[in-house]
Structure formats: C-alpha cells, structure tokens
C-alpha cells in the first residue's frame, strides 16, 4: 500500500476502541492464562519497558514495519525477532519516550521525525517479568536506518501487505526459555519466525489496522 493512503487510512484510528487480549490470545502460547494467574503478585513489580511498531515509506514510497533480530546473550528474548524498544529508564518522562527513544538507539530514526498514532494494550511477560507498552507510531521520512550492533543482530523491513497477508501465521514447535519444547501460533514475516509476546502485540496491531485499511 501506498504510504500517503496509509496516513489518510490511518487518520482516525486514535478514536477506535482497542482490540485488547482477544486479538492477543489468538496467537498466545499455551498455558498463558495460567502463568498469568500463577504470578499475580510478581506483576504488580513488574519492570516496565515501551516498544513502537513504527511504519514508514520505502524508497518507492510503500508502507513498511521495521522489526529487529535480537543479538544471541544469555536472556530469555536472545536471537528473536521483536520491535524496537526496551526498557523504562528513571529519566523518561514517560513509557512513549521510553519507545521513541530505544527506537532511536536501536535502529537510528530520530526521535523528532517519529509520530506516536496510538497506544496498544499493555502485555505482561512472565518469563522476564516485564511489562510492555506498545505502540503504534509512523515517520514520514524513509529512514536511514542505523542498528546498535551490540543488541541488534539484523533489521527486518516488512512490507504492509505481507504483515496483513493472513496465510503468514502458522503453528510451529519452539524451545521456550523454561527449556521446553511448544507448538506455538507464530507469524512467518521475511522467512522469520515470530512468536510469543511479539506475535501476540502483532496480532492486536494487525486487527487494529484492518479496522481501518
């Protein structure tokens, strides 16, 4: 899709309701409700982190997601595919600066160009016991992207139309970090596997934008 039709698509998406954990359970792992219900009390400690789901025009001015390969390291989100973003710092004025900041440490889009379009529904994440604060954002500029190679393995630039393509999600068997093996609902984006917290913020952005495009 053309970039200055996804801005006019998109202009009134502030005004809609959310699609919430109905669109994120539909690509939730198994045994989710229960883990949730099994740490109640360690989410009220949560640590808190923001992510943006930026969009922005290619050089032939169609739409595309920027999402980023995770370095390996030893943590449970090593070597998989996620948004840009990352943790509250205590000198953020807020969780959207949190976002707009990692964007640009991340992956270089200056925070200045960055326009914040809407909030997602938060998702708490037991095996790091953060939650993440979503949201959807564009640039107007087709961006210059630069990776922090210390965090960021690859940069995955996915076109509007192969995020929306609905033959893209799968099921697939994952090694979890509790060392064991699921099948799990997961996207295929650009021959990547996406699964888990990502999958399932993808999934509440994708029924969101279907609303409107």
Known sequence: MNFETFIKSTSKIKNLN????????????????????ENREKMK???????????????????????ILRKTYKGVHSSQVGFPGGKYEDEDPGLEYTALRETFEEVGVPIATMNVLKALTKLYIPPSNFTVSPYLGIT???????????????LIEVSLSHFLDDTNRSQVNVMTSM????????FTLNGHIVWGATAMMLSELKDLLKMVL
């Open 179 to 186: 060392n064991i093996e699921l099948e799990v609902p997961a």
């Open 18 to 37: 959310l699609p919430g954990e109905v669109s994120q359970f539909k690509m939730s792992p198994p045994f989710r409700r229960d883990l949730i219900d």
């Open 45 to 67: 400690y949560a640590r808190k982190a923001g992510v943006m789901a930026l969009f922005y025009p290619n050089h032939e001015g169609e739409t595309y997601l920027i999402l």
């Open 140 to 154: 107007a500029q087709t961006p210059q992207f630069v990776k922090q190679d210390d965090e960021v393995e690859d």
